[in-house]
């Protein structure tokens, strides 16, 4: 039995691994599988769309050490999770992990900001793979109408800071694009893989293509100086690198849904850290290959964009093969949509097998073995803020979210190895650790906290800085979830999983 900390109730490591045997998933992948689902949330939005905003507004050239950065801190991080999935194969990762180590919660409130982060994750995805597409019709003559293509809300520059306005229109491209990722994971996890596998071949491949063209026609006066002066605050500079980091930092996601993939993994305890660093390996390659030839081809100031890779290959005077830029962009942002719904169904199921949510979430389809109502609850949210929101706003609370979950991993890693310090762990966090009042403080997992107080500071500060000047939406839109979510726990979640564990509410549902 588990025992009752401060943050509630604790899941005992026997509990997880039967909860994670008694899951009656399909055990389908494999670290090839893995690593696919990894590159395929990881190389999306980050390289096809963030790379032009980041190199544009803070890092110029230097955006490829910006990607350098940020992977170091996600390597951190990445090394924790990979000890947690190794010992705790679960399909609720992070929340599964804190439910075990923390506390029931620690663990509502982990995989309730975890929702939040995943669902509008998702929602910027569809928001960008709209623009895309939208982009890639017009060089064929069709127009898609401002009025099924724009949020209702447009984040509008002003003198006074950034503001909002009503635009009369619904982007309705970008909710039907989650709801066809949404039918795509209700068919269950094999169909899932082997598309997102398809999809990650063709966006990669349209990567490497574009490495291979653009750097022929790299122009070195594009990257001088690397790092441009500093223009105040975070525009340029040192100062600007570390910015951008913290904004790319957020867009190596990917390895939080291979976590999320334990309960359908072959043999989780080896497979799920090798997908999950090299995941992170592979896509930090990438990343910094297409950050150099982006901006030695194009100047960086003329990279603020929705599709700057497209643009820098429009100045090359290759229409045709900008087309093809395109067509791999959509498939790079559709296959991380596609593994985003999938991981953030699994973590939605978990919570609701705790009895934390509603049984309809925790139920699996008979014929599919998938959490149908789970994957259309949480696409259906999506749908709907990507239907209303601008990209900068989900962006912003998608940072908040993720870096809540990171630092709690960090954390995690260090209360089992104090709660549990001879638990067989298949993966262990190198560079050993040192002991504070008598517990066990691991290098890697300190390192893993702070990298993320360090990126996650300057993104805190702009947020910050735009309530100032009136920009109060965010906030409100954070503070209402919040809010909700406490209330959910307290009136409903926190006594059903005490009664479903007392034995009232009958068995726990498949």
């Not at 094999?190 to 026609?217: D, Y």
């Not at 517990?439 to 890697?444: A, D, E, L, N, Q």
């Amino acid at each position: 039995m588990g025992t009752e900390p401060m943050g509630g109730r604790r899941k005992s490591i026997e509990e997880i691994r039967r909860d994670h045997e008694n899951v009656a998933m399909h055990r389908t992948l494999g670290p090839f599988q893995l690593v696919m689902i990894g590159i395929g949330c990881i190389i999306g939005a980050g390289v096809f769309v963030m790379t032009g905003t980041a190199a544009s507004h803070y890092a110029g050239p230097a955006v490829a050490l910006s990607f350098v950065i940020a992977a170091f801190a996600c390597l951190l991080v990445c090394l924790c999770y990979a000890e947690l999935a190794s010992v705790l194969p679960a399909s609720g990762a992070s929340y599964s992990y804190a439910h075990a180590v923390l506390g029931e919660g620690f663990a509502w409130a982990l995989g309730w900001m975890l929702m939040l982060e995943f669902g509008l994750a998702g929602s910027a995805l569809a928001v960008g793979l709209s623009g895309y597409l939208a982009s890639l019709l017009g060089d064929f003559g069709v127009i898609v109408p401002d009025a099924i293509s724009t949020p209702l809300l447009l984040a509008v520059a002003g003198p006074g800071g950034t503001s909002f306005a009503q635009s009369g229109s619904v982007n309705l491209v970008a909710a039907a694009a989650l709801l066809l990722a949404m039918l795509v994971v209700i068919r269950g996890v094999a169909h899932s893989a082997a598309i997102n596998a398809l999809l990650v071949v063709v966006k990669v491949g349209v990567l490497m293509g574009f490495v291979a063209v653009g750097a022929q026609h790299i122009d070195t006066a594009n990257l001088t100086p690397f790092v441009p002066a500093n223009e105040g605050g975070f525009r340029f500079g040192m100062e600007g690198v570390f910015r951008a980091a913290s904004i790319l930092f957020f867009s190596y996601l990917g390895f939080e849904a291979v976590a999320a993939a334990a309960a359908e993994a072959r043999r989780p305890q080896r497979d799920v850290p090798i997908g999950i660093m090299g995941a992170l390996i592979a896509s930090t390659l990438l990343y910094v290959a297409v950050a150099l030839t982006l901006t030695g081809i194009i100047s960086f100031r003329e990279l603020d964009v929705p599709d700057p890779i497209a643009i820098a290959v429009g100045a090359l005077g290759m229409p045709v093969f900008a087309v093809v830029i395109k067509v791999g962009a959509l498939a790079g942002l559709g296959s991380v949509l596609l593994v985003n719904t999938y991981a953030q169904s699994r973590i939605c199921h978990a919570i609701a097998r705790d009895g934390l949510l509603p049984p309809l979430l925790a139920k699996l389809h008979d014929n599919y073995r998938t959490p149908v109502a789970a994957t259309i609850c949480v696409a259906t949210i999506s749908a709907t803020a990507a239907a209303m929101l601008p990209i900068s706003l989900l962006a912003d609370l998608v940072s908040l979210g993720t870096l809540c979950v990171f630092m709690t991993v960090a954390i995690a890693v260090v209360a089992l190895r104090n709660s549990h310090p001879d638990l067989p762990r298949p993966f262990r966090v190198p560079f050993g650790g040192f002991r504070v009042a008598g517990k066990w403080i691991g290098t890697v997992p300190a390192l893993a906290f702070l990298s993320c107080i360090l990126m996650g500071a300057p993104v805190l500060t702009d947020i910050a800085q735009k309530a100032a000047s009136g920009e109060w939406i965010p906030a409100a839109i954070l503070g209402t979830y919040v809010a909700i979510g406490l209330l959910l726990y307290l009136g409903y979640g926190r006594p059903r999983a005490a009664a479903l564990r007392a034995g009232m509410q009958g068995a726990r549902p498949d």
